[in-house]
């Protein structure tokens, strides 16, 4: 009778548990920002969808000029930009603008060398504090995976780049904040890092806020997910066989029914 009472009282606890939790929700998604995330009509979506590769290529160029002076990535290698086109020697060139301490030598000594391309992108910071202390205490995020890390991807990312405004009537913001109608409670430590014609492209695609966003979002989904299309290959291959095979059996099934009715 004691057990029966307690999973009595334990059913209750949980179902209350739960219907407050369904309260909730909806307040706290209201409370993620004031405006829905607009979607954004990316070559990788969908079942078929794949990397564009300029895209890609000009979305490496808008996180090295601009992201790449506050926000990391370190669980990304230069030598994974064959993934976006490039070559060997391109590549080493690329890590190569950068350097980093390695040692010790022969003789104790840390010394600075020429990155390569087995090493991860460049830290902006040395440890957490130098960044802190440097961005008014506000620890920029790394970028290796933001683009899963956050809800909406990379639609999240190029909507938090694209929603800067003036902050509404009434609004106070402390020293160091910017209004951001995509940001969750609207107030983020980053100012606006995009503006038209602060990068020139090669392929003379538009050098605009906009088109700025929508690149490096796009490279930050390939860094998050770079095995995308070959995920997305291979489930068509699966779907494939299974209808190949269903088709089959059913053949098959036919056949041994049809010898039992005889």
Not at 200 to 212: L, V
Not at 222 to 238: Q, Y
């Amino acid at each position: 009778m004691k057990n029966k009472m307690k999973n009595i009282k334990m059913t209750k606890m949980i179902l209350t548990l739960g219907v407050a939790m369904l309260v909730a929700l909806p307040n706290a998604n209201a409370a993620e920002s004031s405006h829905d995330i607009p979607h954004v009509d990316f070559s990788f979506k969908g079942p078929f969808g794949t990397y564009d590769r300029g895209a890609l290529q000009r979305g490496l160029q808008v996180y090295t000029q601009v992201c790449s002076a506050c926000h990391g990535m370190k669980y990304v290698s230069y030598r994974n930009l064959s993934d976006l086109g490039y070559n060997e020697a391109q590549i080493k060139a690329i890590a190569a603008q950068n350097s980093t301490m390695d040692g010790p030598d022969d003789e104790g000594e840390m010394f600075e060398r020429p990155m390569r391309p087995s090493d991860a992108f460049k830290e902006p910071y040395a440890n957490d504090k130098q960044a802190r202390y440097a961005n008014n205490g506000a620890l920029p995020p790394d970028l290796s995976l933001i683009a899963k890390a956050r809800g909406g991807g990379a639609d999240y990312i190029y909507a938090l780049l694209t929603g800067y405004e003036d902050a509404p009537e009434g609004v106070t913001l402390s020293s160091g904040q910017h209004w951001n109608k995509y940001m969750a409670g609207n107030k983020i430590a980053m100012a606006a890092p995009l503006s038209d014609d602060i990068i020139a492209y090669e392929d003379e695609s538009p050098t605009t806020a906009d088109q700025y966003a929508k690149d490096v979002s796009h490279f930050l989904m390939w860094a998050a997910e770079p095995k995308m299309e070959v995920r997305k290959r291979t489930g068509i291959k699966v779907i494939l066989f299974l209808l190949v095979f269903a088709g089959i059996m059913y053949a098959v099934k036919k056949k041994i029914w049809a010898d039992l009715k005889k």
